[in-house]
């Protein structure tokens, strides 16, 4: 086989990342990244309204960035013999677009209106309307509890974010004809069939945020949808049947194998979420988790039909067909926060440098100011190396909601057991016991429904660079956890996609057992540690239900 190279392209929330792979020895051959410059510039996104939205302009410009240079990097034997391309991208990240599947943002009278563009995964500016839409889809005229698989409904997913932005831009909802989820607009971009009647829409976005399930016939039904909003049952109408990501969309347009000086006949693969993608990559099978650690966490297993069949599972995980490996269910549970909350602790307590700090030379200000950031994380849990976890503040991990358990976008982290003695690290040390404890939490309702898995593998930066926080997971879940030496787990589950796509391998195991790469570093629970989180995690649960108890007061 003369053309065996792939190339799996990561849409993250801050970048795309392009990995060119030997599908026929797992090697990879080059890689580059490129940054969304509107993004990066703080554009289209107002943190203070938990607003996130991204231009798809910054989507197409890093796409032939990253691309372009990764080609160049490869070299012109590996440009020739590039056989197929799959994506992954966040999402929920929907768009709305036009009749020509064009997304309004590239429109002269929509350019520069948040609203007609990508409204990025982490955007929760429809918390009420996911409400609006659990209590539809629990109890409705059908009679069918949509939530069973999936739980309630969440801000951060396709149909709320629809309905939030077209009841309050009249001007844009008469505009769009339909909305696209990022994963699939970008292979309909690269194939040139994006006219959104007959767009490829991916069977894990479908699954996981539109709620598609052979069980009712497809997405929730005509009628459910109507009683919510007349739009929401015109969309379903357009929406067509999805599909798993080893299926072929087509072959790359003229207009872009001239982009990206490729031949047109490479073929574009199906899409799917990243988490996903990065399970794949990281080696996912039917008795492996994987825990992906970024700025959330999402936890990922493949189980076959009948583990689920006829249960109620949405209190501890999301289930949807074909989501991760075709012909399996993909069960989804994670936190909204994990990256985040270490992330929000050196922001806070980065504040008064950045803001008191006065230098004549501004320059060697922000250098001084980078290098203390950069820095900062490293010594805190130097520091908090020798704090005993009993001795830490009790926090929960809740700092953007509530994933799994329980669903819940209302609720907020606390800390409790702060005195005169706590200082940044015994802070630090708190955030870390809780984004693992929240992991425990999400095993332990998994294992209620029977599912437990043999082996875990986490995968991500934080699991590679953290040697406390890896420690601190395998002592709170009391199990032994491999961290992935992929860097990369999903652009290169991605490329798995493309090469069964291709006709590579006939599937994802077979592509899985020469394109995975091994474990980095195993991390084994202390003994002697597990009485200690027992009792932090008892103090963990309680604070949990005071403050579910308060929220709902």
């Given at each position: 086989m003369q053309k065996h190279y792939v190339i799996g392209i990561d849409f993250g929330s801050d970048s795309v990342r392009a990995l060119i792979v030997?599908?026929?020895?797992?090697?990879?051959?080059a890689s580059a990244v490129a940054e969304y410059e509107r993004w990066l510039a703080g554009k289209y996104q107002d943190p203070q309204k938990s607003m996130f939205r991204q231009h798809p302009e910054d989507y197409i410009e890093a796409l032939i960035a990253c691309l372009t240079s990764a080609l160049k990097s490869a070299g012109e034997d590996v440009r020739r013999s590039v056989a197929a391309l799959s994506v992954d991208t966040t999402g929920s990240t929907p768009c709305p677009v036009d009749r020509e599947g064009t997304p309004l943002a590239m429109l002269p009278e929509f350019a520069e209106d948040p609203d007609a563009m990508f409204h990025l995964w982490k955007d929760h500016t429809a918390v009420e309307e996911a409400e609006e839409i659990s209590r539809a889809f629990q109890k409705n005229a059908d009679g069918i509890d949509y939530t069973r698989y999936q739980g309630r409904y969440a801000s951060e997913w396709y149909w709320a974010k629809i309905l939030h932005t077209s009841r309050r831009n009249k001007r844009l909802q008469e505009k769009a004809y339909t909305w696209v989820e990022h994963c699939d607009w970008i292979p309909a971009l690269?194939?040139?069939?994006?006219?959104p009647d007959g767009i490829y829409r991916c069977a894990c976005a479908a699954g996981h945020k539109a709620y598609w399930h052979s069980s009712w016939g497809g997405l929730p039904s005509e009628a459910c949808l109507r009683d919510i909003d007349p739009l929401l049952a015109r969309l379903r109408g357009i929406y067509g049947t999805p599909k798993p990501a080893t299926c072929l969309v087509g072959t790359l347009s003229k207009k872009w194998a001239d982009r990206l000086a490729?031949?047109?006949s490479v073929l574009?693969?199906?899409s799917s979420l990243d988490a996903h993608a990065g399970a794949v990559g990281a080696g996912i099978a039917d008795d492996t988790m994987i825990v992906n650690l970024g700025t959330s966490a999402v936890n990922l297993l493949v189980v076959p039909q009948q583990v689920v069949r006829g249960k109620r599972i949405a209190w501890a995980a999301g289930a949807a067909e074909d989501s991760v490996i075709p012909g399996m269910i993909g069960l989804e549970s994670g936190q909204a926060a994990f990256g985040d909350v270490y992330a929000w602790l050196r922001h806070l307590l980065c504040w008064p440098l950045r803001e008191i700090a006065t230098s004549k030379d501004r320059s060697i200000q922000e250098a001084i100011l980078q290098e203390m950031e950069e820095r900062l994380l490293n010594e805190l849990q130097k520091a908090a190396e020798?704090?005993?976890?009993?001795?830490?503040?009790i926090a929960l991990d809740w700092f953007n909601g509530r994933r799994y358990p329980y669903v819940n976008e209302f609720v907020c982290s606390a800390v409790a057991g702060l005195n005169m003695g706590t200082d940044a690290p015994a802070l630090y040390r708190a955030l870390l016991t809780a984004t693992a404890l929240g992991q425990r939490r999400i095993l332990d309702t998994l294992a209620q429904e029977g599912v437990s898995p043999q082996k875990i593998v986490a995968v991500g930066g934080i699991a590679q660079k953290s040697s406390l926080l890896m420690q601190t997971l395998a002592d709170a879940l009391d199990r032994q956890i491999n961290v992935s030496q992929t860097q990369q787990a999903c652009a290169r589950g991605a490329a798995m996609y493309a090469a069964v796509a291709a006709g590579i391998y006939p599937d994802i195991q077979a592509a899985q057992a020469r394109m995975c790469e091994g474990i980095q570093q195993t991390y084994v629970p202390r003994r002697e540690m597990r009485a200690s989180y027992e009792q932090v995690y008892a103090k963990y649960l309680r604070l949990a239900t005071?403050?579910?108890?308060?929220?709902?007061s």
């Open positions: 030997d599908a026929l020895t797992g090697a990879e051959v690269l194939t040139g069939k994006v006219k490729l031949d047109e574009v693969g199906g020798s704090i005993p976890i009993e001795d830490a503040p005071f403050m579910d108890d308060s929220m709902r």
